[in-house]
Nanobody, 121 residues
C-alpha cells in the first residue's frame, strides 16, 4: 500500500504560479511511476503529467506543455508539479497517483485525495 498526500493548492491570479507536492508513505516510493491528474466540476478526470520511477522520463499533456513541469525527489518520497502561467481553465482538483508509467488512469494503483487549484481571471 502507498499513501499519497497532496499539498500546495490555492487561489492564484491568471499568469501566476503554484507548486504542488505529493508526499508518499508506505511502500518504496522509487518503485513507482508518478502521475498528476485533474478534475474540474462537471468534467471527467484528465491526465496532466507523468514521471518514470527514476525521473528519467516525463510526459506532459499538450494543454500544459511548456507551462507545467513534473519532477520527483526519491530521497524525500515526494513528487512535484510546478505550474507556471496559470490560466482560469486550469482550475480543478489536482490528484497525484502512483503506479505504472503512463497517461491512462488505469495505469495507476494508488491515488491521493486531491488539492484544489483555483485560477482567477
Amino acid at each position: 500500500q502507498v499513501q499519497l498526500v497532496e499539498s500546495g493548492g490555492g487561489l492564484v491570479q491568471a499568469g501566476g504560479s503554484l507548486r504542488l507536492s505529493c508526499v508518499a508513505s508506505g511502500q518504496t516510493f522509487s518503485y513507482y511511476a508518478m502521475g498528476w491528474f485533474r478534475q474540474a466540476p462537471g468534467n471527467e478526470r484528465e491526465f496532466v503529467a507523468a514521471i518514470s520511477f527514476s525521473g528519467g522520463s516525463t510526459y506532459h499533456a499538450d494543454s500544459v506543455k511548456g507551462r507545467f513541469t513534473i519532477s520527483r525527489d526519491n530521497a524525500k518520497n515526494t513528487a512535484y508539479l510546478q505550474m507556471n502561467s496559470l490560466k482560469p481553465e486550469d482550475t480543478a482538483v489536482y490528484h497525484c497517483a502512483a503506479g505504472a508509467y503512463g497517461f491512462n488512469e488505469e495505469a495507476y494503483d494508488y491515488w491521493g485525495q486531491g488539492t484544489q487549484v483555483t485560477v482567477s481571471s
